[in-house]
């Protein structure tokens, strides 16, 4: 089994959940019993732009396969953050690309405490990007 893929064969998605928003909904989606994925990790965090541009090309380097930022938006009780992380996240893309990795492979999304569905839709449309990915390096 390859660095970048779970004990189920999938590659590792990672998610930097914002402690307000995203993350009650992960934990809602788990009270609830609704089935994600095990190559999921979730990481609880304040505000994804505490992050800086290197984290996220040594995860990709470290066998990652995609990562979603979970945040909450516009909602950010941070003044300022949600703008700063959309440049970061935008520079990043391109330093992604410039790395031959596929900048579909990080996504920013807006999820709120009770976004359960989203939640999982997210999940499982990184889970289908990188299947796609897996198909066409192997074809």
Same mark, same amino acid.
């Given at each position: 089994? +390859?660095?970048?893929?779970?004990? $189920?064969?999938?590659?590792? $998605?990672?998610?930097?959940?914002?402690?307000?928003?995203?993350?009650?909904? !992960?934990? !809602?989606?788990?009270?609830?019993? /609704?089935?994600?994925? !095990? &190559?999921?990790?979730? /990481?609880?965090?304040?505000?994804?732009?505490?992050?800086?541009? +290197?984290?996220?090309?040594?995860?990709?380097?470290?066998?990652?396969?995609? $990562?979603?930022?979970?945040?909450?938006?516009?909602? @950010?009780?941070?003044?300022?953050?949600?703008?700063?992380? /959309? !440049?970061?996240? =935008?520079?990043?893309?391109?330093?992604?690309?410039?790395?031959?990795?596929?900048? =579909?492979? /990080?996504?920013?999304?807006? $999820? @709120?405490?009770? @976004?359960?569905?989203?939640?999982?839709?997210?999940?499982?449309?990184? &889970?289908?990007?990188?299947?796609?990915?897996?198909?066409?390096?192997?074809?």
């Amino acid at each position: 089994m +390859s660095e970048t893929s779970d004990r $189920i064969g999938k590659p590792k $998605i990672l998610i930097l959940a914002t402690a307000t928003c995203a993350y009650p909904a !992960a934990d !809602a989606a788990g009270q609830a019993h /609704l089935h994600y994925p !095990a &190559n999921t990790f979730i /990481l609880r965090v304040p505000s994804p732009v505490l992050f800086p541009d +290197s984290f996220y090309y040594d995860c990709f380097e470290k066998g990652v396969g995609g $990562i979603l930022i979970m945040s909450c938006g516009h909602e @950010c009780p941070y003044i300022g953050a949600f703008e700063k992380l /959309l !440049a970061r996240v =935008d520079r990043v893309k391109l330093g992604l690309k410039e790395r031959g990795v596929s900048p =579909d492979r /990080l996504r920013l999304s807006a $999820i @709120c405490t009770v @976004c359960t569905k989203p939640f999982l839709k997210e999940i499982a449309e990184m &889970n289908q990007q990188l299947e796609r990915e897996t198909q066409r390096a192997t074809a």
